[in-house]
């Protein structure tokens, strides 16, 4: 079982992985070092190091997070020997060891050889480096020098940051390995300012401490709150900003710096024993090195000494000098460090589980461990191509486990095409809106040629109705374009996660069905412009639907007798009130009413007009037919048909109609507007020549209407057959003949550049992530 003391290098780890994801998914325990400008906060973590090796200055020096690994190592570590200047060649130990470590480069174990050039002389002695630093960003190379590590900071907080006192969310992250350091991770924030300096944005302080709220928000983060001594305690910035997210002050640590520069006869018992401001985790207070000790060079050994000295001596700090200084402090930070990872062990196991599965799943989507060998590659390309071919017949059927409810698509869509904008397009067609009484009139005289007809000829109307049933043509083809744009669409949403894989392969597989698909579009255009030509070419007047012409005149003559009648009514009414108005005027003037006998003659000749129409009842159907067909010409030139301007008609015809029940009609409205339109556009038309051009205009009305039908029923099926029932049937094979060849194997399964790498880094993260689970639950 491991040690307690490996947590922190394991956190360590992980904090690596992490942070250099740009995620912190494990909420790590962690060390937060928040304070004031110039308050010591430098000169604590560099006591803590022993080296001087941040940035100093005026205003806001540190500019970035500075994650501090500190890495406790053995005084005769092999990692503390640098051999870079052998001339052997070989690789040096430290090299190997540090690249194990770090996971860095090809790993391997030690050899004799490397263990025998640590114990041999030539590398004791000057040669022996002890203490270095690394940075993440620049992995693999070590900074003995402590000044190199200084510049390095600066630099790369210019590089992101800018020169100009600005701030950045993004950490550095150092790792410092020394056998006078103990364990610790230690994030130096930025000093807390209240003035923005230089080309500092005017709300930097809201910036400064938003970033430092993103660290101490989170409960596993312990708070290194610092506070000189010299700065009345109640305006102190750091454990103001403590307070906010640790109201109980149950994780943070008081630091108070500068206590040697107090003013004499005062000082900070009160502070450090918790009596002025309690903190569960105490105060500790510390003395750092002035700015003239660090001008003159003082040592850091030096100003520990100085310090222990300094709380020995110290008349008030005596009682309490064991639990002062930066020794103490280091010790009492790694102490609680340790405990708070062996207190947070159990959440930070569970949440591992929980990452190791997400990242399990995450690999999954990105093809797992990419195993892919000579002989699994024909059976993935055949399992994908399978795929892709079952998602696009479910996608029409309607069975995908992948519906989208927020519109329609798929065969749903294709449903709505047939039904809705085909046959909606289909009934707004008017099948004379392209013919005038002109038209109708002169295809009517053309088809007689010189002779006078005795009946209204029937080429006339196959004439005039082919052309309208050609109307239907546009809105046919239109429904297959429909459906073929919804099939290529379905063919490019049948992709899938593993699929995305391949963006060779998935290309190849959409252009192979779209290749179908526009193969079976011109078969499907031409077969809808053959059902077209098909109705054109015989047109059926004896289909059972169809108007037959008996009917249809007998609609007409019946609409225009009820214009006269309802006409007659009126002027009957209008008649009858213009009398009333009289007498009214007569009673005014003479004081006496009108004569009964004037409401006897009116009365008379009311019903003498009503019955007007009643007079010789005993006319045949064969009468309209002798008159309008032409087998009876020897009629009196007196009488005549009802006409349009409600002249008086044949009473023969008019009451052949009155008592036959066949030709009672239909529709009186819309036939007397269509009679009036008439009427009004061609006045000086015969009565004869208005009876043939509505009699036509009714056939083909009548015989579009039935094409039409048929035209809808139709279509969709023969879109169905020829184009979609067609491609569900032959997607597969046509994709295995054309793509499921060894010759392409390798161009198909080419994988995306992006998924390889995110695949990589996915398989980077979940060995962390197992490897620190393996060392955690040695611990438990």
Same mark, same amino acid.
């Given at each position: 079982?491991?040690?307690?003391?490996?947590?922190?290098?394991?956190?360590?780890?992980?904090?690596?992985?992490?942070?250099?994801?740009?995620?912190?998914?494990?909420?790590?325990?962690?060390?937060?070092?928040?304070?004031?400008?110039?308050?010591?906060?430098?000169?604590?973590?560099?006591?803590?190091?022993?080296?001087?090796?941040?940035?100093?200055?005026?205003?806001?020096?540190?500019?970035?997070?500075?994650?501090?690994?500190?890495?406790?190592?053995?005084?005769?570590?092999?990692?503390?020997?640098?051999?870079?200047?052998?001339?052997?060649?070989?690789?040096?130990?430290?090299?190997?060891?540090?690249?194990?470590?770090?996971?860095?480069?090809?790993?391997?174990?030690?050899?004799?050889?490397?263990?025998?050039?640590?114990?041999?002389?030539?590398?004791?002695?000057?040669?022996?480096?002890?203490?270095?630093?690394?940075?993440?960003?620049?992995?693999?190379?070590?900074?003995?020098?402590?000044?190199? !590590?200084?510049?390095?900071?600066?630099?790369?907080?210019?590089?992101?940051?800018?020169?100009?006192?600005?701030?950045?969310?993004?950490?550095?992250?150092?790792?410092?390995?020394?056998?006078?350091?103990?364990?610790?991770?230690?994030?130096?924030?930025?000093? &807390?300012?209240?003035?923005?300096?230089?080309?500092?944005?005017?709300?930097?302080?809201?910036?400064?401490?938003?970033?430092?709220?993103?660290?101490?928000?989170?409960?596993?983060?312990?708070?290194?709150?610092?506070?000189?001594?010299?700065?009345?305690?109640?305006?102190?910035?750091?454990?103001?900003?403590?307070?906010?997210?640790?109201?109980?002050?149950?994780?943070?640590?008081?630091?108070?710096?500068?206590?040697?520069?107090?003013?004499?006869?005062?000082?900070?018992?009160?502070?450090?024993?918790?009596?002025?401001?309690?903190?569960?985790?105490?105060?500790?207070?510390?003395?750092?090195?002035?700015?003239?000790?660090?001008?003159?060079?003082?040592?850091?050994?030096?100003?520990?000494?100085?310090?222990?000295?300094?709380?020995?001596?110290?008349?008030?700090?005596?009682?309490?000098?064991?639990?002062?200084?930066?020794?103490?402090?280091?010790?009492?930070?790694?102490?609680?460090?340790?405990?708070? &990872?062996?207190?947070?062990?159990?959440?930070?196991?569970?949440?591992?589980?929980?990452? &190791?599965?997400?990242?399990?799943?995450?690999?999954?989507?990105?093809?797992?461990?990419?195993?892919?060998?000579?002989?699994?590659?024909?059976?993935?390309?055949?399992?994908?191509?399978?795929?892709?071919?079952?998602?696009?017949?479910?996608?029409?059927?309607?069975?995908?486990?992948?519906? +989208?409810?927020?519109?329609?698509?798929?065969?749903?869509?294709?449903?709505?095409?047939?039904?809705?904008?085909?046959?909606?397009?289909?009934?707004?067609?008017?099948?004379?809106?392209?013919?005038?009484?002109?038209?109708?009139?002169?295809?009517?005289?053309?088809?007689?040629?010189?002779?006078?007809?005795?009946?209204?000829?029937?080429?006339?109307?196959?004439?005039?109705?082919?052309?309208?049933?050609?109307?239907?043509?546009?809105?046919?083809?239109?429904?297959?374009?429909?459906?073929?744009?919804?099939?290529?669409? !379905?063919?490019? +949403?049948?992709?899938?996660?593993?699929?995305?894989?391949?963006?060779?392969?998935?290309?190849?597989?959409?252009?192979?069905?779209?290749?179908?698909?526009?193969?079976?579009?011109?078969?499907?255009?031409?077969?809808?412009?053959?059902?077209?030509?098909?109705?054109?070419?015989?047109?059926?007047?004896?289909?059972?639907?169809?108007?037959?012409?008996?009917?249809?005149?007998?609609?007409?003559?019946?609409?225009?007798?009820?214009?006269?009648?309802?006409?007659?009514?009126?002027?009957?009414?209008?008649?009858?009130?213009?009398?009333?108005?009289?007498?009214?005027?007569?009673?005014?003037?003479?004081?006496?009413?009108?004569?009964?006998? !004037?409401?006897?003659?009116?009365?008379?000749?009311?019903?003498?007009?009503?019955?007007?129409?009643?007079?010789?009842?005993?006319?045949?159907?064969?009468?309209?037919?002798?008159?309008?067909?032409?087998?009876?010409?020897?009629?009196?030139?007196?009488?005549?048909?009802?006409?349009?301007?409600?002249?008086?008609?044949?009473?023969?015809?008019?009451?052949?109609?009155?008592?036959?029940?066949?030709?009672?009609?239909?529709?009186?409205?819309?036939?007397?507007?269509?009679?009036?339109?008439?009427?009004?556009?061609?006045?000086?038309?015969?009565?004869?020549?208005?009876?043939?051009?509505?009699?036509?205009?009714?056939?083909?009305?009548?015989?579009?209407?039935?094409?039409?039908?048929?035209?809808?029923?139709?279509?969709?099926?023969?879109?169905?057959?020829?184009?979609?029932?067609?491609?569900?049937?032959?997607?597969?094979?046509?994709?295995?003949?054309?793509?499921?060849?060894?010759?392409?194997?390798?161009?198909?399964?080419?994988?995306?550049?992006?998924?390889?790498?995110?695949?990589?880094?996915?398989?980077?993260?979940?060995?962390?992530?197992?490897?620190?689970?393996?060392?955690?639950?040695?611990?438990?």
């Amino acid at each position: 079982m491991a040690s307690l003391e490996d947590l922190i290098p394991t956190v360590n780890k992980l904090q690596d992985v992490t942070y250099d994801a740009g995620i912190d998914a494990l909420d790590l325990p962690v060390l937060a070092v928040i304070g004031s400008q110039s308050s010591g906060k430098s000169s604590i973590l560099e006591t803590l190091v022993g080296k001087d090796f941040l940035p100093r200055g005026t205003g806001i020096v540190t500019r970035r997070p500075l994650v501090l690994q500190l890495n406790n190592i053995s005084a005769d570590s092999p990692l503390i020997y640098d051999y870079n200047e052998p001339s052997s060649g070989s690789q040096g130990l430290g090299e190997i060891e540090n690249a194990n470590e770090a996971g860095y480069g090809e790993a391997r174990e030690p050899t004799l050889e490397d263990h025998l050039k640590r114990n041999s002389k030539m590398y004791k002695g000057g040669n022996v480096k002890n203490q270095w630093g690394e940075f993440l960003h620049a992995p693999g190379r070590r900074f003995y020098d402590f000044d190199d !590590i200084r510049r390095e900071i600066e630099n790369e907080t210019a590089r992101i940051a800018g020169k100009n006192k600005g701030i950045s969310r993004i950490p550095i992250n150092l790792k410092i390995y020394s056998p006078h350091v103990l364990s610790l991770t230690l994030i130096d924030l930025p000093g &807390i300012t209240k003035v923005p300096i230089g080309e500092q944005p005017a709300d930097i302080e809201k910036q400064i401490r938003n970033l430092i709220l993103e660290y101490v928000a989170k409960p596993n983060c312990i708070i290194l709150a610092v506070s000189p001594a010299n700065v009345d305690l109640v305006n102190s910035e750091s454990l103001k900003l403590a307070r906010e997210v640790d109201t109980h002050g149950r994780r943070t640590i008081g630091v108070v710096t500068k206590l040697d520069l107090m003013d004499s006869g005062t000082n900070a018992l009160d502070i450090l024993a918790g009596k002025v401001y309690p903190l569960k985790m105490g105060f500790v207070g510390v003395v750092n090195r002035s700015q003239q000790d660090i001008q003159d060079q003082k040592t850091v050994e030096d100003a520990l000494v100085h310090e222990e000295e300094f709380f020995n001596k110290h008349p008030a700090y005596r009682s309490i000098a064991s639990r002062c200084g930066t020794r103490f402090l280091a010790k009492k930070l790694n102490q609680v460090l340790l405990n708070h &990872i062996r207190e947070k062990l159990p959440d930070t196991k569970a949440r591992l589980n929980t990452l &190791i599965g997400q990242a399990e799943q995450e690999l999954a989507s990105y093809g797992g461990f990419n195993n892919s060998t000579k002989e699994n590659r024909a059976g993935l390309i055949l399992q994908l191509m399978n795929k892709f071919a079952t998602n696009f017949v479910s996608s029409i059927e309607g069975t995908s486990s992948d519906i +989208n409810t927020k519109e329609l698509c798929g065969g749903a869509r294709i449903y709505y095409i047939y039904n809705n904008i085909f046959g909606n397009s289909l009934k707004s067609i008017n099948p004379t809106s392209t013919l005038t009484v002109t038209d109708i009139r002169t295809a009517i005289r053309n088809s007689t040629g010189p002779r006078p007809s005795l009946f209204v000829p029937e080429l006339a109307f196959d004439l005039l109705v082919k052309p309208q049933i050609k109307l239907l043509l546009d809105p046919s083809q239109r429904c297959v374009e429909l459906v073929y744009e919804e099939l290529m669409k !379905i063919c490019h +949403n049948c992709g899938t996660p593993a699929l995305a894989r391949y963006p060779r392969l998935q290309s190849k597989l959409i252009e192979v069905v779209s290749d179908l698909l526009r193969e079976r579009l011109g078969p499907t255009r031409s077969y809808v412009e053959s059902l077209i030509d098909i109705h054109r070419a015989f047109i059926n007047t004896n289909h059972p639907n169809f108007l037959s012409a008996t009917e249809a005149m007998a609609s007409i003559v019946e609409g225009r007798k009820q214009k006269i009648q309802n006409a007659k009514k009126a002027e009957e009414l209008k008649k009858k009130r213009q009398e009333e108005l009289d007498r009214a005027a007569g009673m005014n003037e003479n004081n006496s009413s009108i004569s009964p006998r !004037i409401d006897s003659d009116s009365t008379v000749t009311t019903s003498d007009s009503e019955n007007e129409d009643e007079k010789d009842p005993k006319q045949s159907k064969d009468s309209f037919l002798n008159y309008f067909f032409g087998k009876d010409q020897q009629q009196t030139k007196g009488e005549q048909l009802p006409s349009l301007n409600g002249k008086k008609s044949t009473p023969n015809v008019e009451h052949m109609f009155q008592h036959n029940p066949d030709f009672l009609a239909i529709e009186t409205l819309q036939i007397q507007e269509e009679t009036e339109s008439i009427e009004d556009e061609h006045p000086e038309l015969t009565e004869r020549e208005e009876l043939e051009c509505e009699l036509i205009r009714r056939l083909i009305v009548s015989y579009f209407g039935i094409v039409r039908e048929m035209i809808q029923d139709q279509i969709p099926k023969a879109v169905m057959c020829l184009l979609v029932n067609f491609c569900k049937e032959e997607v597969q094979n046509r994709l295995v003949s054309k793509l499921y060849k060894e010759s392409l194997f390798d161009d198909l399964l080419m994988e995306d550049h992006t998924v390889a790498q995110d695949r990589a880094k996915c398989l980077k993260l979940l060995e962390t992530y197992k490897q620190a689970s393996v060392i955690i639950g040695d611990i438990l």
